[in-house]
Each structure stands twice: as C-alpha cells, then as structure tokens.
C-alpha cells in the first residue's frame, strides 16, 4: 500500500494539465457562450473540433479504455485514468476534447465487447475516432427505471428484423446533431426469469419511426449541444444482427457497463468538487465584508476545511475502488462501486454548494461553473441507479457478508 | 397562546385555495412553457393579465400590504396573510396574480411609506393597480453585497438632479417589459458614518444612461418573465425630487423594507417545501419499485415524516415572527426574522431536495416544478442578506442577550 | 392564533421561575453529588424531601394532571403546563421536586384513570402526596420492544390470582428504595388479535419473586437515585383485582400513557437544550482562545444562531402538540406527538453536543450538566418508541392522508 | 498508488488478530466489570498484566515505536502500525495489552528522543517493558487550553531546581496506582515569545506538592483504572534536570508528540467505528420487528451502508496521513494529520450512535461497548485540540497553498 502516483500517471497527469491550461481553461466560457446562445444549440460548436484535434496530436485521447481493449484505446488501468478523469471533470465540456465523455464511453466499451465486426467497422471506430457521436438508451418516463425489470420497452422479433416500440427519456446524448447511433435496452421476452427478459440493441438515429421528441432538462439545465432527449419508438425495424450478444443478456451487459461508467462520474464528481473549492479559495480571498476578507472567518477556514476533507476522501475511495476492479475484476469490487456512487454525488453537492455560498450571488450565475456543476452533481445522485437503490444492495451485502464471516 | 387560524384567516384561506384550484393549477404548467419557449421570454404572456382581472374580482388582491397602510391593500396583519402567501408559494408565479409578488411588494410599501405626492401618482398607483412592474437595485457585481457599506453606486447632487454611475446585478424585474420603475440604492456621501453614506432614489427604466446588459441566471433559471438583470447606470441624471426622504436614509429604508420581504419570502418558501412534499407522498404511492410500492419503504416513510416535521417546524417559527412583528413592530421582531431566514430557505432546500430524488429522474425535469423551485429557495439562501449574515447578527445578539439576563 | 402565554401561565412561570432561582438552581450540583457519592445511592437524599415540602407550600405541586383528573393535580391544560414542565427540565432532578417526574406521572394518570377505589387509596394517594414512588416495567431485553406485540412476559389467571414470569429491564424507577409499586405490562393471551393479547397489572415491589437484578446504564448514567432495572419476574402472584381495567386492555392502556408522556419528555429535553444554550452563550464570552473572546468568532456566532432556530422550533411544535391535545384529544394528535417525538430528542442531542464542544473539556465533565443532559436526550431517541416507529407511523399517515385529500 | 497491505502487514495483523481472538474479545466484559466493581478501581487488574505477559511472548509489544526509535520498539512504519492500532481499538482497554495506549505511547517518544541517559534508565526503561504507567499535565482547568499559549501552570527555577505551580485536569492517566511519572507542560517565562514561554518537566507522582484531586468524567465515564485526573501542583520541586530539552521547547515538544498521537487516536476510533458496524450488523440480523429482521428495512440497509462508506473513507485518509508521515516526516504531514484529527473522531461518533440506536435500549446499556467507545470518540473531538483549532489551521494553510499555487 502507498498513496502517490506512479512516474506514469504523474507524468500523464502533468502532460493533461498542461492542455487544459493552455487550450481549455483559457476558452472555458467561451465554449458555454457558444452554446447557451447558439440558435443551432444541438451542434456541436467547430471550437471543440479544433480541441479534438490538438488532443489527438497531444497524444490525450481515448485515455479511459482499458489495457484489455487494446489496441483500442491507450490501456490504462482504472488506477492510472483516475486522476485524468478527476482533471478533466473539472470543466463539463472538455471530457469530449479528449474523447472521454459519456454515453460514448461505455457504448464503446460495449462495442468493442459484444459487437460483431460489422457492427465495430460501421460505428467503433468513427467513435473511436471521435467523428460521430453515441446514445444510450435506458431511462424509461413511465416506470421506476432504478429496478430495470420494470423497463417496457419491447423488442420482438420479426423474422430478420426486430420491432421496437416504447418512450425513453433521459437519453443523454441523443440531442446533438452528430449522434448517429443508440443502443437500446428492452425486452424481448416478457415471460422470462426476471434478469432475463431485458436486450440491448443499436439502433441507428436516422431510423424511420424514431422520433426525438423534446430535450430534457437536468435541474434547469440542457446541457448543450448534447442533451438528454425524450425518443419515442414507434415500430422501429433494425436488423437482427444489431442485437447485441443475444436475447436475455440484456440486464448483464448493463451491469457490465454501469462498472465503469459509475467510477468515471465519481471522478468527475471529484473534480467538479476540488475545482468548487478552489474557486471557493480565491474567492473568500478577495472579497472583503465587515472589515476583512472573508477567508479570515473561522466559519469560511472550517467550511474551507471541511470540504477539502469531504473531497480528499471521496478520491482515495474511488482510487481504491479503481485499483481494485484492475486488480479483482468488475464484479469483485461491485460494493466499492456501489460505495463510491453512494458517496461521491454526495459530496460533490455539498462542497458545491458551500462553494455556491460563498461566492454570493455571483455563485448562482452564469460567470461561474457552480450552478451547472451542482446540476450534474445532483443528477448523478439519479443517474446509474439512485443512492438508494446501491444502498440496499452495498447495505444487504455487508450484512451478509458480516453474518458470514462470524466476526466479533 | 392559540395554533388554530382566525375564522377570518380560514376563510379568506378557503377562498385563495379555491381560486388556485380553479384558476392557477390547471394552467401552471402551460404558463411554465409560454415563458419558456416564447422569444419574447421578457414580455408578461397575456395569461397573467387575464388571471389577474379575476383575482380582482374575487377581491383577493394587494393581500400584503398591512393594516397601516389602509386605503391601499387589504389591510391584512402579517399573521393573517401568511398563510395565504404560503399557499401562493405553492406556484411560483402565481404571486404575481394577486399582486403580492417581490420586488412590487416592498417597493410599494416604501412609495406608501416614504413618497411624495407625485410619486405615488407616477409609481404607485399603477403598482397598485397591477399596471406596471418594478424593480429594486441594490446588489453589485463588484463587492460583497451582504455588507451594505461596501456598495459603490454613486449618486451626486448636481443642481436640481441627482446623477447616478455605477453597475448593478440580480437587479430582480428589470428584465420584463412591463417594467417601469426601479429604487436604486447608491452613496451620496462616501465620508459620513457608515450606515449614513447610502440613499435610496427613484430612477424610470427609460431615463437615458441605463442600460439592462444582460439576464442573470440563478442556478439555471432565468426566471422569465420577470429576471434578475444586470444594470449599468452611466451618467444617468434625475430630478433631485426622486431621492427618498432624504440623504443618508438608504440603509435604514433598506432595512425597514427588508423585514417584510424576507418573512415574505418564508412563508413562500413553506409553501414550496409543502407542495414539494404533497407532490412526494403523491408519488410514492404511485412508483412500484422491487415489487411494492415507494410508500410502502421505511427509508421512504422516514424521509416524508421528517420533511413534514420540517416544514411545521418552520411554518411555526415563521407564523410567530408574523404575530410578533403585528404585536411588537419589526425592530423588536428583528432576531426572529433573521431566524426564519435563516430556517426556511434551508429547511425548503432540504425537503425539496429529497422530493427530487423520490421522483427520480422525472424531479430533475421540467415537468416537475421541483429543480426551479430548488433554484429558488437556494437563491434565498443568497438573497436579502446570506445565511452566515442573518447567523452572525443573530448569534452575537443572543450572547448580548443572554449576558445582559444573567441567566441560569 | 397567537404566539404569548396566557396571563395565568406567566404568572405560573414566574412562580416556578423564582421556585428554581431560589432553592434549585443553588444545590444543583450538590444533590447531583450526594447521590453519586452516597453509598446507598438508591436512597433519595433528604434533600429531596425538604425541597418536595417547600414546593407543596408554593402551591407549585401535581401540576403536570390535567382538569380532566380535577380534584386530582392543579388542572392545568396540556398547553399551560408546557413552559412550566421545560422550566424543571432544565434541571435534570427537579421535576421531583413539583412532583411531575417520569415514571410516576404516567402512572398516577393511570391509576387515575384505570384504578380502582382500592388501588387509588393506596397507591395514588401517597404518590399523589409524593411519598411513595413507582415504576413502569415494559421493555425486555430478549426482544425487540419497540414492537410491543414482541413482549413476553407472561401474566396467566390462576384461580383468584395473576401468576406473572419474565424479564423486564430498564425499568425506570425501580431502583429506588421508595419504589413501592409496579406497573408491569404483559400478555394474558397470546392466541387472541396482536394488540388484545396484552394486559397491564399492579405489582408491589415486595412481592414475592421480583428480583430487582441489577442497575442499567443508560450512556453511561446510573441516574441515581431513581435508575433503571433489569427485573426479574419468577412466578410473582398477585390478586386477579391487580389487573387494570381487563384482559386485553394493556397495548390500550399504554398508547394512552404515551401521548402525555412522550411531550412530557420533549417538553423536558427543550428545557435541556435552552439550558445548553444559556450555558454556551456565558462560556464563549468568558473565554478567551487566540486573542478574543470564543464570542467574538463568526463559527460560534453560527452555532449560537442555529442552536437557538432549533430550539424555539423545536419548541413550537411542542406547543402546538400541546394545543391540539388539548382541544382535539390525544388521539386527534397522535400525529403531531409522533412529530415531536422525533424532532425533540434529536434538536437536543445536537444543541447539547455543541454545547459540549464550546465548552471543551469541562463539557464533558461531571462539574457541568452537559454530558448528563446529552445521555438523557439520547435515550429518548429510544424510549417510548424509538424514533424509526415514529417516523415509519407519521409517514405512513401523512401519504394516507394526502391520498385521500387528493391535494395538488 | 496501490491499496492491498504489504505481505508483512497482514502477517502482523493475522497475528494480532488472532491473538485477540483467543486472549481479549473472551474476556473483554469480564475486565471491564473487574474495574467497574472494584473498589480499588483505580489499579490495574491483574488479568492486565497476565495479558501483557502474553503479548509479550506472542511478540506483539511496543508496535508503535517506528524505525527511527530503534532499538526500542518493533521498528514499524505509521503504515505498517495503522491496522494494528485499528485492531486494538476494537476493544478500549487492550492497547495497554500491547503497551502501545496512550498517553504512555507520547511519553515513551519523548523520553526516547530528549530524554537524558538517567531519564532513559529511570523512567523509559521501565515503561517500554510495561513495569509502570506514566502521565501527561497539558490541559488546565481555568484556561481555553486549545490555544497552549493560554497556559497558566508556573515552572520557576529556583537554584538547582525548578518549582511548579498549577492546577492541571483531564491529565490521563495520573489516577492509576501504577502511574509513576508526569510529563508537565507549564511557562518558564512569560515574557519570551508566545510559541517560546512554555516548557516542559518531570515530575514523579510522589513528589511532595503533587496531589490528585479528584477523578474527572468524560461524558459519564470515568475510564478506570486509567482515568482522567485533576491534579494540583503547590511548590512542587524536582531537580533542573528534570527539564526536557531546555527552556522554551515545550511548546516545540507538544507539536512533536501530537502528530503521532493523533493519528494513533484516529487509529483506534476507526476501530471503534467499525467494531459498531459489525456489532450493528449482527442485531440487525437478529431483531425481529413488526415481521421480519430489521435487516430487512430499506432504512436500514441504508444506514447500515453509510456507515461503512464513512468508516473506510476515514481509514483511507488516516493510512495516506501514515502514509505521508512515513515518507515525508510529520511536519510536512501537518494538514492532513489535521485533516484525519477532524474527520475520524466526528465519523465514529456518527456511526457510533447509528449503531446504538440500532440496538435499542441495549446498545444505551453497559451490556454493549457502544456507549463507553461513543464517550472515547466524542471526547476525541476535543482531545489533542478541538475539531475548530485544526479547522482553523487546515482552512487558513488550504487558502494560503491555493492562492499561492495560483490555481484555475
């Protein structure tokens, strides 16, 4: 056990943050200009493809597959993209400049896994590549998506086609204009064992009978120019070769995809967090009320405290969560993930909030990062499962596994 | 010592309800959508106009202004007309239809209290009336706004006219179009006393030298039609009658309109939690997740319990500095409304929080008003004075209190 | 509505105020000695006896009965006894002294109530008299008695005769030398409907095959020199007159006795808590820590502030339980008990905690009532219900109600 | 970065684990009821000493004592030492067991590092080999000690000796019959430099002056037959070399013992904290309420998760503290030893009194270890600094390093 990072990771970490000073914190704001006012907000603004480009030659792309997917990817272990994932959570929009951001991450992954070669020849690798962009299709407005045996969605075969029929929502990525494929969770037999009955399918965006009904907003907010869209699927035919895998393994490669997908938020959430908090440091360094800074308050140096606390051990959490799907597996360090995910939204909203606080008025405006930050902070309370539903599952094991153990 | 509204709060309480579950319920969510999608977002959809004729009819109109204030306003106690203004919080802009909305409500009262003639001609009879909007300027950018003596707006005699430089924000109402009038807080002499450099003057929206920059966004939300602006006032010139009672009276009018407005904003806010609540326990009942009900979950039980504890708790506290400033005057009530202020908002944050999250993803949308009226009782954390302000004049006032007691 | 004592309940306080400031308040800390040093620490000291004979002179005496046990106690509303039950509550040992200590009250509204002539003449009169005292055996150790349908005991008919076995413990009273009477929960009949197979029965402490075991703590605290006891019940016989009311009334009988008692409680620990308030207020204006009075910093000015919202809420809610108990009945406001029962033991542990921490190590010691009043707070999260039965019965009925109301 | 303990690590903690097993947890009520019931509670059970004997021969002696202290100690690392120290906090009385409890352990390091030949043979001889007990006199009575430079206690060179003046508390240790030695910090010249005026001594209990009031309680406990003593110092005199160090490094030396003691603190509440957890788990399986097991309820599993998130981020900061310590020397440390003094003591409190509410009214009873440990680590928020001084230096040093890094 120690607790710095390797020669690789800091030198990696180095490289990183020396791009996000020279070419992401400088137009930062710019960016969100672009598309907060942009009439075609949906389209991804030609600033981020200049960015792409200069990350690519910076060798700083694809950095969060892992070494099993080479050579896709730069083979990280979870351990060593964790403090680059951190770093690029500390502005919303820049995971992209690096090809780094969800939904497209963990379709990628789930391609490389389970699609066919057709299948990586026509979407992998534009994804890989950064051309095109992806959605993921779960969240369902009508039922209680947290327990995914209630998604109705239905996908039936139909000879060499299948059917698709259903309404989701909260389909991040599907607003943007360059989204030009989704994978689908649905269920193909409705009479099957419980964790059974679920399938995953692609379904290129341009289908006829898919239509994209309305962008969702996320705690007051878009997130342009790529949304989470409310799709409705009105007889949908794709082949039946975009099935993935096959019929019943829909709920396992979920499962296989949350992993990842919830530790990759959880660092993010990390960096959201520390960049509150070193906005907050600046600011009660400046500002001056009723004689004297701010930050000569005890109350702001224990708030001060409190958060660096707070964030410090969120990070050796999820590290520890990181190193250990490297070193056990995905399904090994399942309560950790579980743990992580309960504790790093959490977190994240409280030191964003202080920082919030301590910025005044300004804190709630769009000059700061705050407001849009808290937003995703709070929706990743929901997203990938709802705390609760991994507190019953982390709180049942550990009772379990305690019972089990006969300790003292 | 008795906890059951008047017959006479009951009734009036009976009526409001019936009118909001006739006239406001039923179009909340389509006047939500006129704002939000139509381009003349700052323009009062005509909806409001119509709703406000039939609050009138049904003599349900100016319920804020107290009995000194008679003939105008309805001559209402602030225990008479708390529980209304909670059951307008409920909608968030429904206020508006009653006339009961901030910032016209303190304006009103200090044209009532502190007007010339003309003045209350000119301002406040329109106000009055619901023709007109207005706006009260006193936040700036540039200083930490919480301590009042820090503020830099300038206003100088020259001649007959006053002439105003300066930049404000979160000035809240200028952005619509109906707005005609603000009460701008600036220093007319920056080497008197502390609490005697400000003062208070009236300044038209159309005088030449202001300017409204920009919206301001408060955690996400723009709040159209009426927004939060930023305001440059260059060179802006006004006859010297327009200043308020006199040179150096700006903090003390500030602070006597304060009072009311921030006991206002709690009772507001009691009613955002309550709805936020009532929307909850609607939806528990409805969402089956792991084969019952959400209702049916201890954890869900728990969590609507104390929510409820919450809001009677602060509904309480906010009905007795109601009955102490209608007995004692607000001076003497100031410790218990800093209390409310300090309780309410947060209590609102907490409970509409949790409400977000029984919803899921649906609380996070626009089809929910749970994340504005989030943003709204996060804002009030901020606004009329930060929590930490209202804590520390509180907490040093309790010591001097109890010290000068000897108590036990 | 209105937020001032009655006239009659000022005066009362006054009294009681002045009953404290002269005789309590001074021997405060030398009774809490003399039972901790005392080897018969189980004897209550003559201390007690001459402060009980003074009381009775004040006329400040039995004030806790209601006018519904008129000519019984002084007749006093819920409502007007609620300020006067948190003034002794500021002092852990002095409700004994106005003869209005837990458990004796609920058992002298009990045998009030339920008692016959007999049993009044010797059990009620001298505990209405202060001479004797009682005690109330219900929680078991073997089973989870927060469930009162758990409860073992066994009380069988044998001829003219109750035949009772079991276990008892924290048995609040019995350890005291002048305990004299039991009443005992059990059940009669286990085959009949959950809530009829319970029964209550008058015990003599010197029955025959009452073990008195041991003394439990509770945080630590024997409290002496009442205390709480693990009691043994092996074949103890008493006439068949000794049951009270009949078979299958005792889970009746009891929820009877938790309404008052439980406010009794949480009017009790707000006096805890003011104490807890008062004591930080003098102690962070006597010391002096990094050149300043602890007074003088923003953090304790917070805390100070926050301690004192949740007091008078806290407070409040009390009031209006108080209130509505005494117009509506108990069972009307079974809701609202359950409310303060679970906000009252929380608001005080956490004002006492902080307390505690403003008073560093001295507030953890035996020279303040600090740790004291915090171990009794935190026991009242548990007794009489611990706090998830509340929260699980309070929510379960508020989205009851909502349903049924069909609210917006 | 890796998160498994090195081979040797868990070598260790299998052994001490083991022997815990078969030695302490066995007997860990027994010896508690030993010191509770004895009237000569203040001395050592002999069960102790038979303890010691077999940690001695199992080799498990002295852990604390890292490599620079060799060759005494066992010459581990604060890493390697962490999950011992964690181990043995399980149970509250057997650090002593393996002579590693405070305040022994600080005293052991300075004698080690400043104390002469003669000190070493006298008092550091004995001590590593468990033969007597020793004490430290910081806290004082009459001063907010948590800013030392408060300090009273008056040490006056008179000729060959020095003469102490003071009233010290809270001095653990200093009631046990074993105890032979104090370490006193006290001000050999007031006029020097704030961080220069204070020194500190040795005084051997039976010098004559020396008198030990009075045992003091720590939130109800009294921690026999250690114990917290109040001991006053009249013209106490020993010899001038008595003096560690020199004048003037008292302030020096606290700084230098506290680092380590800290953590050891942190060490074992983390223990603490996770033995409640477990303890928790197991009634939770156990208890069966209105049906099923408690651990069954939604809520529970949910508190039952948080507690295990707590406790490991808490664990992790507190080995990365060891962690640093080990590389980079305990000043360099200094944050994030402030960083763990803040979070652990808080984290155990919470998770204490989670667990004691899970299990009723027995988890309150001297049956449970969950009070007496609450008292440990509510105390520990005080102890070694309270939470608001390390807040303090943590949130001043957190601006000061951000505002010098210049960060985005």
Not at 71 to 91: H, I, K, Q, S
Not at 317 to 338: E, H, P, Q, S, W
Request: hydrophobic residues 40%; proline residues 5%.
């Amino acid at each position: 056990m120690h607790f710095d990072y390797s020669p690789k990771t800091q030198a990696l970490l180095d490289r990183l943050n020396q791009f996000m000073d020279e070419h992401i914190y400088p137009v930062e704001q710019e960016y969100i200009e672009l598309v907060d006012n942009n009439p075609q907000r949906w389209t991804t603004p030609a600033l981020m493809h200049e960015l792409k480009e200069k990350a690519k030659k910076a060798d700083l792309w694809n950095l969060f597959l892992p070494e099993e997917y080479l050579p896709y990817g730069a083979g990280l272990t979870n351990l060593e993209y964790a403090p680059l994932c951190e770093a690029m959570g500390r502005v919303l929009w820049s995971p992209e400049v690096f090809n780094c951001s969800a939904p497209d991450t963990g379709n990628m992954e789930v391609l490389s896994k389970y699609g066919s070669e057709a299948h990586k020849k026509q979407w992998l690798e534009p994804l890989l590549n950064g051309e095109i962009r992806s959605a993921f299709a779960m969240t369902e407005p009508a039922v209680a998506s947290s327990d995914a045996t209630n998604i109705e969605t239905a996908i039936v075969r139909d000879g060499d086609e299948y059917v698709i029929n259903g309404r989701k929502w909260y389909t991040s990525g599907a607003m943007n204009t360059n989204c030009k494929i989704m994978v689908v969770m649905g269920k193909t037999d409705t009479s099957a064992e419980r964790h059974r009955q679920q399938s995953q399918i692609l379904v290129p965006m341009d289908t006829p009978g898919v239509t994209v009904v309305r962008p969702m907003k996320a705690i007051g907010f878009y997130d342009e120019p790529i949304g989470h869209a409310e799709v409705l699927f009105e007889n949908v035919r794709v082949p039946a070769s975009n099935l993935l895998v096959g019929e019943g393994e829909g709920f396992a490669i979920a499962q296989g995809r949350l992993g990842p997908g919830r530790i990759h938020h959880c660092m993010r959430l990390i960096g959201c967090a520390q960049r509150a908090l070193d906005l907050a440091c600046e600011r009660v360094e400046q500002r001056i009320a009723f004689g004297q800074p701010l930050s000569k308050q005890q109350s702001v140096r224990e708030s001060i405290a409190q958060m660096h606390c707070d964030i410090e051990q969120a990070r050796l959490l999820t590290l520890k969560a990181a190193d250990k799907m490297d070193r056990y597996g995905n399904k090994v360090a399942r309560d950790i993930i579980a743990a992580i995910k309960i504790v790093a939204p959490n977190m994240a909203c409280r030191v964003i909030d202080q920082s919030i606080q301590m910025h005044g008025a300004a804190g709630t405006s769009q000059d700061f990062v705050l407001s849009a930050i808290y937003a995703y902070a709070r929706t990743i309370k929901l997203a990938d499962g709802p705390d609760q539903v991994h507190m019953m599952q982390l709180g049942r094991n550990l009772i379990k596994d305690h019972v089990g153990a006969n300790k003292k």
